[in-house]
Every structure is written in C-alpha cells, then in structure tokens.
C-alpha cells in the first residue's frame, strides 16, 4: 500500500468517526434513535459547508472587535498609570 492510499484512508477513518461521534450527539441531544440522525448527516454537512464562510467572516469581526476592546483597556491603564493611579490590574 502507498504512502498516499494510507494517508487518504486513515483520512477517511477520523472523518467517519467525527461524523459517527456528531450523530450520536445529536441523536443524545434530541432524543431521536442514532440511525435515523445518521441518514440525516448529508444533509447536515452539506448545510454546514454552505455557511463555513459566514462563520469564519463572523467570528473574524468578533476577534476585530475583542482585539478592539482590549487596545482600548490597554490605553486607559496605561493613561491611569501614567497620570499616577492605576485602574486596572497591575502585574505583582
């Protein structure tokens, strides 16, 4: 067996088991019998893809706007600091 066709394989094994393993915790979740979560999966995965860009685009404005917050957090201290009291936390 090639390098690749071992590859590919142990690929194909660890995304069956992720799918397996969601299954179940859906069919967990809603109470619903595993086989029946399990036929369900296509569509689930198809749908999923469809709005990975959308979530990778909402959760890079998220991380903009955490980064955004804490630039600002770091100005204040360092202005607190500056004018002789802190107002946040300081390292000890």
């Given at each position: 067996?090639?390098?690749?066709?071992?590859?590919?394989?142990?690929?194909?094994i660890g995304a069956a088991a992720f799918v397996v393993e969601r299954a179940r915790r859906i069919s967990?979740?809603?109470?619903?019998p595993l086989s029946e979560v399990l036929r369900e999966m296509p569509g689930r995965l198809r749908?999923?893809?469809?709005t990975l860009g959308d979530d990778i685009r909402e959760a890079a404005?998220?991380?903009?706007?955490?980064?955004?917050?804490?630039e600002q957090e770091i100005d204040e201290?360092?202005?607190?600091?500056?004018?002789g009291g802190a107002s946040g936390t300081q390292p000890a």
């Open positions: 067996m090639s390098k690749l066709a071992g590859t590919l394989g142990l690929a194909a967990e979740e809603q109470g619903r749908d999923d893809l469809s404005d998220e991380g903009r706007s955490a980064a955004a917050r804490r201290e360092i202005e607190a600091i500056r004018r």
